[in-house]
């Protein structure tokens, strides 16, 4: 996915720069897909896939990936803004946009909740319990809106760079099939983690079948 | 939604007809909203809100309610492809379209295979409790799916209609305005249906518990 984002803006749409021009506004799909669908889904995934390590490590980890994605996100979202400001087109009018500045702001409240509850002050159990589930229904809520984001995100700009015949985005030149085989990428990337996400069986097993396990293993191999 | 998906296309985008021209065309947004937005999510819930219903009954409902899906979606895509047909708009290039392809594809192939496991001729029971799972997980999968493809089509929708200055999208006429506020709707009301669905406590119990449930009670009635 990652390396079809980057051909499609460098063979059909022109590469990067931070010039101000249509090269600096391709650093906003770059940075969007790379913060908030590849590396925040990597941060979903991390208590299944280091689902047997320390918690606090775990947690560490999943901070730091966020971390990442956030500040994919916020180059992205100065490309884009830059741009426009630069090239004296409006900001934040289209669907895309609102949807865009949704996915960002439960990204920003979840990330703020997650860090106070979770990590540091951290919360009493009570609290971390009853939140956690809210947090888990909102990270898979924050990537279906990314995914949404993205795709609309994608159409509107073929429609933007292929507008005028011969090389019009129905007649589907090499560019625009590019785009929508990305598309159609991201979203079976997202239906992928969103599978793993729901699956019980990959879940990290809770704190005190993690501290019992040890011990009956123990007792099965002294026997 | 389904009120102002009527509005904005009857007060803004000129209403409905079947003349092979943009009335016709504003038929599609309005039956696939009603169809794989409204009518799916309904179905969806079905087993939740009737969760103490006998099975049967509450299998036909559902099976029902997505043959109203079926028939609103069907309505919606003949809408699209004899406007294009008529008015020389080629079909299917857009991602937009290949979304909507790929989520009405996976709806096709979930009712077909939820039908022949779940009704008639129905599997025996080890087939259907391992493709249960599966039919949940594309259930949710096919309602982000199509949240997908609504969002890129009002996005697109919005860019076709307010071309022009001073009408253009980017500034934000009255339409424009709806049609956003429609898409985050949209948005919402999915994400509502998926906090539904992942609650565990809102499930229906499984069939061995509905069956022990009644002699339970009887039992405590009688002391």
Same mark, same amino acid.
């Given at each position: 996915?990652?390396?079809?984002? $980057?051909?499609?803006?460098?063979?059909?749409?022109?590469?990067? &720069?931070?010039?101000? +021009?249509?090269?600096?506004?391709?650093?906003?799909?770059?940075?969007?897909?790379?913060?908030? $669908?590849?590396?925040?889904?990597? &941060?979903?995934?991390?208590?299944?896939?280091?689902?047997?390590?320390?918690?606090?490590?775990?947690?560490?980890?999943? &901070?730091?990936?966020?971390?990442?994605?956030?500040?994919?996100? $916020?180059? +992205?979202?100065?490309?884009?803004?830059?741009?426009?400001?630069?090239?004296?087109?409006?900001?934040?009018?289209?669907?895309?946009?609102?949807?865009?500045?949704?996915?960002?702001?439960?990204?920003? &409240?979840?990330?703020?909740?997650?860090?106070?509850?979770?990590?540091?002050?951290?919360?009493?159990?009570?609290?971390?319990?009853?939140?956690?589930?809210?947090?888990?229904?909102?990270?898979?809520?924050?990537?279906?809106?990314?995914? $949404?984001?993205?795709?609309?995100?994608?159409?509107?700009?073929?429609?933007?760079?292929?507008?005028?015949?011969?090389?019009?985005?129905?007649?589907?030149?090499?560019?625009?099939?590019?785009?929508?085989?990305?598309?159609?990428?991201?979203?079976?990337?997202?239906?992928?983690?969103?599978?793993?996400?729901?699956?019980?069986?990959?879940?990290?097993?809770?704190?005190?079948?993690?501290?019992?396990?040890?011990?009956?293993?123990?007792?099965?191999?002294?026997?």
């Amino acid at each position: 996915m990652l390396a079809m984002v $980057i051909v499609w803006l460098k063979a059909y749409l022109g590469g990067f &720069a931070w010039n101000g +021009g249509l090269q600096e506004f391709n650093v906003h799909p770059l940075c969007m897909i790379l913060g908030m $669908i590849f590396l925040y889904a990597e &941060a979903t995934l991390v208590y299944r896939v280091l689902r047997n390590c320390e918690k606090l490590k775990v947690k560490l980890i999943h &901070a730091g990936l966020l971390c990442f994605a956030l500040i994919a996100m $916020i180059v +992205g979202l100065v490309a884009v803004f830059t741009f426009h400001n630069d090239s004296h087109i409006s900001n934040l009018y289209s669907l895309h946009s609102w949807c865009g500045i949704a996915t960002i702001s439960m990204f920003c &409240a979840q990330f703020v909740l997650g860090f106070l509850i979770f990590l540091f002050p951290e919360a009493n159990s009570d609290i971390k319990s009853t939140y956690l589930s809210l947090h888990q229904f909102f990270g898979g809520a924050i990537l279906v809106l990314a995914a $949404i984001s993205t795709i609309s995100g994608i159409n509107e700009k073929l429609f933007f760079v292929y507008a005028k015949k011969p090389k019009s985005y129905s007649q589907l030149p090499g560019g625009a099939v590019f785009g929508n085989v990305l598309g159609i990428v991201v979203v079976i990337f997202v239906c992928f983690i969103l599978f793993i996400l729901q699956k019980t069986e990959w879940k990290r097993p809770k704190e005190e079948d993690l501290f019992f396990e040890p011990i009956l293993s123990e007792g099965s191999d002294n026997e």
